[in-house]
């Protein structure tokens, strides 16, 4: 039997959740994403990262499922792991994990097992930065615009620059971690993170970078996104290390089609390969009908393996609905970048008897390849001599074709994590 240096950090893994919008008919952190359940993701993550106490906190009836994932995720190092059975409420379940500490525990980080496809790096940043008196969250800037409403009303706006969006691990100094929950159960008030409940207590709380991977699972969508992710990267996104696995087709670059077709229809002025052209019918859709940036964006993310762009953008998206080319193109290179690919190049062709597209092509060219990072975008356009619905001026059929590349800036093919 190999003896382990004790640790003096620990990690409790919160799996106890039931799961109920993720609508899988099993807990949420039992929940297969591939191979392997969301709860392996994430503890693959957490064996990845330096030697710690691990608890997960499971939920009542799967201590025996959870107990073995932890062994198969944690290999050799399966004397640091411990199971403990949750509470009906997230903050007794962190509690059963703080009673399941060890004594030479100094610092405690607490981790959502639904943020499955978090780095080990980000763990490790968190373990880093806490300090004795101060707990920290990884964090991203929050990025949409946001308003204040009332009803169905809207009465202001919010300043996104004073705002971030927390993820876990969320790391603190155990003994003022401890203190915060007995005072927050002495007075029966329930928080909705831990940084929430340490900060009551009167003790500060920084952030640190977070990533993009560190996604919380918790609707299809996200389960979907994360099936993306993993099957695109084609090693496992929450280690830092190179895959021993060879999948194929991983490391090769990666060609993809898109179509899109768009009838005339609606009130104001086309807008057609990122360019507004006055005068000119609109295409009716969903955002601004853009049919030659929604064709790149299908094929770009065809090639990648993440899906389509009803997937990503469609009607369930209202955020998206009037969004222009540039905002569709640069969410898709994000979405590349984080499943770990560079766009190679894009060449698409429309089909329609108008706009008279040759005098603005080179412009057309420049605001799509501006949006996707300046990778080259060619495009061209033809008509039908009269046939079909393009031919009698009803609408565009555009075809895409896109080549991604594996991104080598990353060993895990996402995005490095860099603590503030």
């Known amino acids: 039997m190999t003896l382990l240096p004790v640790p003096h950090t620990a990690i409790i893994v919160v ?29 693959d993550g957490v064996f990845a990262a330096g030697p710690a106490q691990v608890i997960v906190v499971a939920p009542a009836g799967h201590e025996g499922d959870a107990r073995a994932e932890l062994e198969a995720a944690a290999g050799d190092r399966r004397d640091l792991g411990r199971v403990v059975t949750g509470g009906a409420t997230r903050q007794e379940s962190v509690a059963a994990g703080l009673a399941a500490l060890w004594g030479d525990v100094t610092t405690v980080l607490v981790h959502d097992a639904a943020r499955a496809l978090t780095p080990s790096a980000q763990i490790d940043a968190v373990i880093a930065a806490v300090d004795a008196d101060t707990g920290v969250i990884p964090a991203l800037p929050v990025v949409d615009t946001l308003k204040r409403v009332d009803a169905d009303s809207v009465v202001g706006m919010v300043d996104r620059s004073e705002l971030a969006a927390a993820q876990t691990p969320q790391g603190f100094p155990r003994d003022l971690l401890v203190s915060a929950y007995t005072a927050a159960e002495a007075a029966r008030i329930e928080y909705t993170d831990d940084a929430a409940l340490f900060a009551a207590s009167g003790h500060r709380v920084r952030r640190i970078a977070g990533s993009e991977r560190a996604f919380k699972i918790t609707t299809p969508a996200d389960l979907e996104r994360a099936r993306h992710l993993l099957a695109a990267s084609g090693t496992p996104a929450t280690t830092s290390e190179p895959a021993s696995v060879t999948v194929p087709g991983a490391g090769v670059p990666r060609v993809g089609i898109g179509t899109d077709v768009h009838a005339f229809g609606g009130d104001g002025d086309l807008w057609l390969a990122g360019l507004r052209w006055p005068g000119e019918q609109p295409l009716s859709g969903h955002s601004d009908g853009d049919a030659v940036a929604h064709a790149i964006v299908d094929a770009l993310l065809g090639a990648a393996g993440l899906g389509d762009i009803g997937e990503h953008f ?21 979405l590349l970048a984080e499943a770990g690919y560079a766009i190679g190049n894009v060449s698409v062709q429309f089909q329609g008897s108008r706009p008279r597209f040759s005098t603005r092509r080179p412009e057309a060219e420049a605001a799509l390849s501006a949006a996707l990072g300046g990778a080259p975008v060619s495009v061209t356009a033809t008509t039908t001599d009269g046939l079909g ?15 991604v590349v594996p991104d080598g800036s990353s060993s895990h093919g996402g995005r490095p994590v860099t603590p503030e």
Do not use: N
């Open 314 to 334: 469609g009607t369930a998206h209202p955020e998206y609905a009037g969004a222009h080319a540039e905002v569709f193109l640069a969410r898709t290179r994000e």
């Open 15 to 43: 799996a106890a959740g039931s799961g109920t919008r993720l609508e899988a008919g099993a807990p949420k952190a039992l929940v297969g994403i591939d191979a392997h359940s969301i709860l392996r993701h994430a503890l």
């Open 389 to 403: 619905f393009p031919g009698r001026g009803e609408g565009i059929s555009v075809t895409a074709i896109a080549l």
